[in-house]
Structure formats: C-alpha cells, structure tokens
T-cell receptor, first 112, second 111 residues
Framework: ETGVTQSPTHLIKTRGQQVTLRCSSQ?????VSWYQQALGQGPQFIFQ???????GRGNFPPRFSGLQFPNYSSELNVNALELDDSALYLC???????????FGSGTRLTVV | AQSVTQLDSQVPVFEEAPVELRCNYS??????LFWYVQYPNQGLQLLLK??????LVKGINGFEAEFNKSQTSFHLRKPSVHISDTAEYFC?????????FGKGTKLSVKP
C-alpha cells in the first residue's frame, strides 16, 4: 500500500483566483472524498466520487468542483477563491464499502 | 439530519492516567461510528470503527470505544496514556458514505 498522497502540501492564492488540488489514492480505492477543515474545526464533507461519478455532495457552492480519474487520482477545483476558503483540504479514499477511509496529509490553502 | 457533539474541546491528563473522550451523536436511524486521530500537520488516522456487532470496539494504540445506542454515545477510552497520545481526536458518524465529524477534542498528555 502506498497510502493517499496530496499535492501540493501548502499553497497561497489571491482572492478571486482559481486553484486545483490533487490527490493520488491507493490502487483499488474507487471511492474518494474531499473534506475542508477550517482552523479549530472538524473536517466538513465537500463531495464524494465513486468510479469517476459524483455521488454525494455537502453544503458547498458549485465553485467547488472535482474530478476522479481511472488511475485512482482525483482533483478538487475551487474557483473565485474567497478568504474563507483558507483551510486544510483533505482527500480520503476507500476500497469497496468497508468504511475504512484512508486520509492524506492534506493541502494547506491560504487565500490572501 | 445527523450531528456529532464532542463534549470536551480540551482534555489535559497526566502520563499513565486513564482517559475518556466523550462523543454523542444524533440520528434517527442506524449509523456507523468512528474515531480518528490527527497529529499536528498531518491528516486523519482511523483509530477504530463501529459498524455492527459487539458494542465494545478495540482499536489501535490501545484505544477502545463503547457504542451505547440508548444514550447515543460512542466514548473513547484508554486505560493508560502516553506522551505520544497528545493529538486531536475526532468522532464521526456515517450513513451512506460521507463522514460527519465533531469539532474535535485536543488531548494533552503531561509528564
């Protein structure tokens, strides 16, 4: 197992810009979820993909979008960045339905 | 709607003492329950999960939790903590895939 790898680890963007965060999941993990963790808070569910189709979404606006690729990698895209988007973004993947989510170390996004 | 309440935001404890981190959830249907640990500048690591079966669940690093349906609780316990257990702990509930997390409890183990 190689775990879940996220890139970049840190990122600084300006308000209004767009950002793409990347995640590489373990082979065979066909479910991937993205979470936003603001400072001092628990992670909040953004959306989930299963076999390249979005199959669940949390209370986030459409400017948060994603993609999942056949090679078990995925992306989180955020358009029109706002200061409140500053957070740790976590990717989690799971094999089948065992609920054994494996989390990456996250990308720390700072919007200035 | 499901929600998770972690009753203590911070728990200080001395090394080798027992600890209990409290978690209550609200849901009108059966759910799955989880505890995750987050060390500084890292992602989340699964400590244990309750899907069904025995209400006492044993996890990694000597942690265990007990599912109590009548009290809608899933408290995490460890009989003797180490300095290395200093971290933030998150309780989470799931039904249908995504996880709903509590706000976390910061465990601080002092020598």
């Amino acid at each position: 197992e190689t775990g879940v790898t996220q890139s970049p680890t840190h990122l600084i963007k300006t308000r209004g810009q767009q950002v793409t965060l990347r995640c590489s999941s373990q082979s065979g993990h066909n479910t991937v979820s993205w979470y936003q963790q603001a400072l001092g808070q628990g992670p909040q569910f953004i959306f989930q993909y299963y076999r390249e189709e979005e199959n669940g979404r949390g209370n986030f606006p459409p400017r948060f979008s994603g993609l999942q690729f056949p090679n078990y990698s995925s992306e989180l895209n955020v358009n029109a960045l706002e200061l409140d988007d500053s957070a740790l973004y976590l990717c989690a993947s799971m094999h089948g339905t065992d609920y054994g989510y494996t989390f990456g170390s996250g990308t720390r996004l700072t919007v200035v | 709607a499901q929600s998770v309440t972690q009753l203590d935001s911070q728990v200080p404890v001395f090394e080798e003492a027992p600890v209990e981190l409290r978690c209550n959830y609200s849901s009108s249907v059966s759910v799955y329950l989880f505890w995750y640990v987050q060390y500084p500048n890292q992602g989340l690591q699964l400590l244990l999960k309750y899907l069904s079966g025995s209400t006492l669940v044993k996890g990694i690093n000597g942690f265990e939790a007990e599912f109590n349906k009548s009290q809608t609780s899933f408290h995490l316990r460890k009989p003797s903590v180490h300095i290395s257990d200093t971290a933030e702990y998150f309780c989470a509930v799931s039904r249908g895939g995504n996880l709903i997390f509590g706000k976390g409890t910061k465990l601080s183990v002092k020598p």
